[in-house]
């Protein structure tokens, strides 16, 4: 009677949990959706009330081949994750001149595909295909994840002109509905409660295995009626909001014109805001933008600031110490030497060498041995010549006496003086024979030294290692003590203080770029930092445009020389170029940075003095490194914030 008892208290319990999860089960739900009639269905409750939007947009792009119009429309406008989007591209050309002209002419028979990617330019999906349907290319895409994404759409007319256009899209993820979350607490909550009433009603049993027995069943129950209600609760009510898409039907209208919506919103930010969220201006301004033809390009060394440094002869290298990579080299300077150790035939021919040297230098010893008894002999006959000088001007003094007094004839004095001449040039000659001997003993004695034995005396031999140019050591490819071959690379150095940029470009980009002096180029090891080509302050030239064509890519290599003073440049690195089609055409420019693109929608924040901002739409023309062309939406002077544009975005307008 006990166990009947406690079944029938058990089923009572259980029945009341129902009716109280059925109650709060039709209140979550009649209170889901704004209409509280007869129509109060579950759809209501788990899906959005009202229209869903579409967003437009649309973009210029003005090629050699021809200008065309991609107007593009987006259903919904805010996608979500999980959500399936729903693309419908238009193409239009735009015909200069004659008949229809100024009048888009719609193309219907191109190749359109999608690419998706990431603000950042992260691929995402590659060729999602578009088919053209009653005058539209459309295709579907579901996003996977939240974020700023491009879709970009790739379009090749039939006589092969191809052109692309991206526009951008924010996807966020759907409410959370939070009736499901409470209900399935409630849910949980009532099935713990159902457990736990009957253990607490069988605990005071004398028998607990007994109770335990019974208490398994009602535990199985309570979770087929949670899992029962969680599947319930997933059909009738979602846990994020979802939104009944249906079939979109594109209108082809052409987007809002931001220039006629004029300003979207006024901010009335105080001083004290404005100093705080660091808000910076700058004006609108005519500028000449580089725009037109963007190509990759790879940083290459000048081949003449190349070398590599190899042996002259095999042998053991020795570098200079302290020399590693990075080092300093200049041209010419000794960055090492290589000794050459000989073999053993080697040895005896250096054995030989020196016994060669040694006979030569007792040929030349002797030699000097004669030379010097040469000279001792002339010096002998020179001081017997002075001697007979001396003599015959004593005999001249006497016969001039002789013949001043008249004692001796003028015939006496002649021959005196013959006399004196006669000594005086055999003394000249005596000396000028040991002069010449002295320099034929100083010539030998030369060569003995330069034939000494102890020149080869040694095994080894030492050839120095020198840089062919100025630069800094790139690699280093042998250590101190490796035995080496003739015409191994040692290392190699580098100088970067001017690099080249090849930049392959397709041939039929080559007339636009024959014309164009002009370029600017970045890269991901750059930062935010861009360069210039060929302008007053730039650092750089254009010096060759390649003369053949690449079979495989059909693209031909465009070379610049650029200045590289803080070899930020390496050799190797990839940078992104954009070489300047548009001529010396002066436009409306906006800073890039004051741009903001939002649902399809493009603006920028324009400071209209004192505390007042507009939010103003723009339409945009040509893109150059760090400026827009505007078409719309700004005049010459006009400034527009550039700095602190997330505060001003996260404030609430004011009209």
Do not use: C
């Amino acid at each position: 009677m006990k166990s009947a008892a406690s079944h029938t208290e058990f089923l009572r319990v259980f029945a009341a949990s129902i009716l109280v999860f059925s109650s709060l089960f039709s209140v979550a739900f009649s209170h889901g959706g704004e209409d509280h009639g007869e129509q109060s269905s579950v759809a209501t409750a788990a899906t959005t009330s009202g229209p869903i939007a579409s967003a437009k947009a649309e973009r210029n792009i003005d090629t050699d081949s021809g200008k065309f119009l991609l107007r593009i429309e987006r259903y919904p406008a805010d996608p979500r994750t999980g959500e399936l989007v729903q693309l419908a591209l238009k193409v239009f050309e735009k015909v200069e001149g004659g008949f229809g002209a100024n009048e888009p002419i719609v193309i219907e028979d191109a190749a359109v595909a999608f690419t998706v990617t990431t603000a950042a330019g992260s691929t995402v999906a590659e060729k999602v295909p578009a088919t053209f349907e009653n005058g539209f290319y459309r295709a579907d895409y579901e996003f996977g994840g939240t974020g700023d994404f491009k879709i970009i759409a790739n379009v090749a007319t039939k006589d092969n002109r191809a052109f692309a256009a991206d526009f951008p899209v924010s996807v966020t993820t759907a409410p959370i509905m939070w009736r499901f979350w409470i209900a399935l607490l409630v849910l949980g909550l009532l099935s713990g409660g159902i457990v736990a009433a009957v253990y607490y009603s069988r605990r005071n049993e004398a028998d607990g295995s007994r109770g335990l027995r019974h208490l398994a069943p009602v535990a199985a129950l309570a979770l087929l009626f949670f899992a029962f209600g969680t599947v319930a609760l997933l059909f009738l009510l979602p846990p994020r909001e979802t939104r009944a898409m249906g079939n979109f039907v594109p209108t082809g209208d052409a987007a809002t014109n931001p220039a006629d919506a004029g300003t979207i919103s006024v901010l009335t930010i105080p001083k004290e805001s404005q100093l705080l969220f660091g808000i910076k201006t700058e004006a609108v301004a005519i500028r000449r933008i580089t725009s037109g033809l963007n190509v990759t390009g790879t940083v290459r060394s000048r081949p003449d600031a190349r070398a590599v440094v190899v042996p002259a002869v095999a042998g053991r290298i020795v570098l200079r110490e302290g020399l590693t990579l990075g080092s300093a080299v200049g041209r010419g300077e000794q960055i090492g030497f290589v000794e050459q150790i000989l073999d053993v035939p080697g040895q005896v021919g250096l054995e030989q060498q020196r016994l060669d040297l040694e006979a030569r230098r007792v040929e030349l010893r002797n030699s000097v041995l004669q030379l010097q008894a040469q000279q001792a002999d002339q010096r002998a006959k020179a001081q017997q010549a002075r001697t007979t000088l001396a003599q015959a001007n004593r005999e001249l003094r006497r016969a001039a006496n002789l013949v001043e007094v008249g004692a001796a004839p003028r015939k006496r004095l002649e021959e005196a003086q013959t006399a004196v001449n006669v000594a005086e040039q055999e003394v000249n000659s005596a000396e000028q024979q040991v002069r010449l001997l002295e320099g034929q003993i100083a010539q030998t004695k030369a060569g003995e030294s330069i034939f000494s034995p102890q020149r080869v005396n040694q095994p080894t031999k030492r050839f120095p290692l020198t840089s062919p140019v100025t630069g800094i050591v790139n690699e280093i490819k042998a250590t101190s003590g490796q035995v080496v071959e003739t015409g191994a690379e040692l290392l190699s150095i580098v100088n970067l203080s001017s690099v080249l940029i090849e930049a392959q470009v397709f041939e039929r980009d080559l007339p636009a770029v024959r014309e164009s002096t002009r370029a600017s180029f970045t890269g991901s090891a750059l930062g935010d930092e861009v360069y210039t080509i060929g302008t007053p302050d730039g650092d750089g030239r254009l010096i060759s445009i390649g003369q053949t064509v690449n079979e495989q890519t059909r693209t031909v290599p465009v070379i610049y020389e650029i200045k590289n003073p803080l070899s930020r440049l390496r050799d190797g690195m990839f940078v992104e170029i954009t070489i300047d089609t548009s001529g010396d055409r002066q436009v409306l420019a906006v800073p890039k940075a004051a741009v903001v693109t939002e649902e399809g929608q493009t603006f920028v924040f324009v400071f209209d003095g004192g505390e007042r901002f507009e939010k103003r739409a723009v339409v945009l023309g040509s893109e150059g490194a760090d400026y827009f062309e505007v078409r719309s939406g700004l005049e010459e002077g006009d400034r527009v914030v550039v700095e602190g544009i997330y505060q001003l975005r996260s404030t609430q307008p004011t009209a």
